[in-house]
């Protein structure tokens, strides 16, 4: 395991719940940290941008009050996701929040951008970067990420084709640092094997849709019991990048799942909120999600699997 800066140094429980654009919101980022998992969201989630001050004040006064409350059990950090696309207006903005509240961590995402970085490295927040490729890795770190969020064939949404442990073994070849796997991880075992394979975290983000803190519709929540890998799409139509899609939810908008023409990926658009509520994203993990529960209750669920999974192999 990697030697780990503060606040990851001091994580109750190995998983980061992913940022989920729309659906992640207070009550679930403050519901996953209080049950011991970094809860994250993408700032774009808060519109209009003057939402983000407010909800960032909601976050750091409820888990401050948690802390207090219970010094013997505090809560998981949290996380901001930032698009640093150039298509990401609101970048700036967002990231003089971020400074302004010392968010813990930060989640980059389509591109590595140094002053980013070193906005948050003036407060003492860890910058945490998404991979699809070793290539992408190397270009973060030289760019002052802290840590690499692996993320894998079968993750949900803007995920990539590698396998993990192709993605985990080259990027450990070099790096020593924070590493978060990513991709169709929803189970206890799944994030003990992700420790195993030379990640220090597991990162989770479709089976949260499946929660009653998720602001998704119930049918989305829904259809993520009701499905299982065979139902997800890869496609880069809806946004001009590469991600995975529930097939039901194409066919509800009127689309073919088998026969989606290809985007063009010089029109990439991340901010629009309109596809993803129409074509829902998600990760090839969802065959082990079987209701919809609290985020705590799932969590709980993660943990028992967890040591029970740590129990067979010792016993092994």
């Known amino acids: 395991m990697s030697k780990l800066p503060a606040p990851l140094d001091r994580l109750p429980f190995p998983v980061i719940g992913s940022p989920l654009f729309i659906i992640s919101n207070p009550k679930l980022v403050i519901a996953q940290c209080i049950a011991g998992v970094v809860g994250s969201m993408p700032a774009l989630n808060a519109r209009p941008a003057a939402q983000l001050e407010e909800w960032l004040i909601e976050i750091t006064e409820a ?12 809560a998981a950090p949290f996380a901001i996701n930032q698009i640093v696309h150039k298509s990401n207006e609101r970048l700036m903005h967002d990231m003089a929040l971020c400074v302004k509240y010392q968010v813990p961590i930060i989640i980059t995402s389509l591109g590595a951008r140094e002053d980013v970085n070193a906005a948050a490295h003036s407060y003492g927040g860890v910058v945490l970067h998404d991979v699809i490729n070793n290539k992408h890795a190397h270009k ?16 949900g949404g803007h995920a990539g084709v590698k396998s993990p442990f192709a993605l985990v073994q080259e990027i450990r070849q070099w790096f020593d640092g924070p590493l978060v796997l990513s991709g169709s991880i929803a189970t206890g075992g799944a994030v003990l094997a992700a420790q195993a394979m030379g990640a220090d975290f597991a ?6 849709i499946a929660t009653e803190e998720a602001r998704a519709a119930e049918a989305y929540k829904q259809c993520i019991v009701d499905s299982d890998s065979d139902d997800i799409v890869y496609s880069n139509l809806f946004t001009g990048v590469h991600g995975n899609y529930l097939a039901p939810s194409i066919r509800a908008a009127g689309m073919d799942p088998e026969h989606l023409p290809v985007s063009d990926p010089t029109a990439m658009d991340f901010g629009s909120a309109k596809a993803w509520k129409e074509i829902w994203g998600c990760g090839q993990g969802i065959g082990a999600v079987t209701k919809v529960q609290p985020a705590g209750a799932y969590i ?4 028992r699997e967890y040591a029970q999974a740590k129990a067979r192999l010792l016993g092994a």
């Open 63 to 74: 888990l401050a009050a948690h802390n207090a409350a219970h010094p013997e059990n505090p």
């Open 140 to 155: 973060a770190i030289e760019k002052g990420a802290d840590g690499l969020i692996a993320v894998a064939a079968g993750a």
């Open 203 to 208: 990162y989770i983000g479709s089976a949260f």
């Open 300 to 303: 709980a669920q993660l943990k």
